[in-house]
């Protein structure tokens, strides 16, 4: 697997067995052309990772197998699954990705919240470096930055969160679940998030998730190329006057941000 920065790996949900059976055995993957990522409608793809649902069982919620992607054709989901039933979208397009053989990745990626996935686009220097799902988003250099620093901390956070809010569907960069109120960080860049349009969006949203329990944080280019350690010093602060962070491997349990020195302090006093 190649070291490469740009994004040409989807890692996409396998959602049955019997579409495990039509990428190990007859090698090829179904996406509907409405909803592909612009990777497969530019074929731009080269690999394809899969993301195993409860389904799987022991298997479920990890990224085990990879396979690159030999060419890519449109076709009708009738002429593609062809066990006699009539489907509800038989006549709709779909994207055939003719894929070579199944590989398995050296160490399972795990989602430790178990988390619902679908597609992330992604590196295939980020997939053959994740330890865990997060790993594998690569939406800008600022969040990269951001989660560096996160996974430094131990701080749990999830990336590109699913929220759905009055029938609208928002993604978060990073979403950090305290005991009182969960955290949305937000990594604006300098040019996106400053126009009119765009800031009158966010603080729609930002008000439309604060009413639901989230409290939004910011943080721009500058915030966080120059002040990089006062941005995660106010995030820390949040986390800690909301209750601490919820434990990834404990639902329900929370515990606060402390650095090093505050905990040795702790053991001491002990």
Same mark, same amino acid.
């Given at each position: ?11 996409a ?5 019997s579409? &495990? @059976?039509?990428?190990?055995? *007859?090698?090829?993957?179904?996406i509907?052309? %409405?909803?592909?990522? $612009?990777?497969v ?10 993301y195993?649902p409860?389904?799987?069982?022991l ?8 396979a690159?992607?030999k060419?890519i054709s ?8 062809l ?13 055939r ?5 199944l ?5 399972p ?19 053959s470096?994740?330890k865990?799902?997060?790993?594998? &988003? @690569?939406?800008?250099p600022? *969040?990269e930055?951001?989660w560096?620093?996160? %996974?430094?901390?131990? $701080?749990n ?12 569907t ?19 860049g300098d ?9 009158e ?6 008000n ?17 190329n ?19 962070i ?9 515990e606060?941000?402390r ?5 040795q ?6």
């Amino acid at each position: 697997m190649g070291l490469k920065g740009k994004k040409d790996v989807l890692v996409a949900l396998l959602k049955d067995k019997s579409d &495990y @059976y039509y990428a190990d055995v *007859e090698h090829w993957y179904r996406i509907p052309v %409405k909803r592909a990522p $612009i990777m497969v409608r530019d074929k731009k793809i080269k690999l394809i990772a899969f993301y195993l649902p409860k389904s799987f069982g022991l298997y479920a919620h990890t990224v085990r197998w990879y396979a690159k992607v030999k060419n890519i054709s449109i076709a009708k989901r009738e002429e593609l699954v062809l066990n006699g039933k009539k489907h509800p979208n038989s006549e709709n397009d779909y994207y055939r990705l003719e894929l070579d053989k199944l590989i398995e990745l050296p160490t399972p990626i795990e989602s430790l919240r178990k988390r619902r996935i679908l597609f992330i686009n992604t590196t295939q220097n980020h997939l053959s470096q994740a330890k865990e799902i997060n790993d594998l &988003y @690569y939406e800008s250099p600022l *969040e990269e930055m951001l989660w560096d620093e996160f %996974k430094k901390l131990s $701080i749990n956070a999830e990336r590109q969160w699913e929220v759905i809010l009055d029938k609208r569907t928002f993604y978060t960069d990073f979403a950090l679940f305290c005991k009182a109120r969960n955290i949305a960080v937000e990594c604006d860049g300098d040019t996106y998030h400053m126009e009119n349009e765009r800031i009158e969006k966010d603080k729609q949203r930002d008000n439309l998730l604060f009413i639901n329990g989230w409290e939004t944080m910011r943080f721009t280019s500058k915030n966080l190329n120059e002040e990089l350690d006062q941005s995660v010093g106010l995030i820390k602060e949040a986390v800690n006057n909301y209750g601490g962070i919820e434990k990834t491997n404990a639902p329900r349990d929370f515990e606060y941000i402390r650095s090093k020195e505050e905990k040795q302090m702790i053991l001491f006093d002990k």
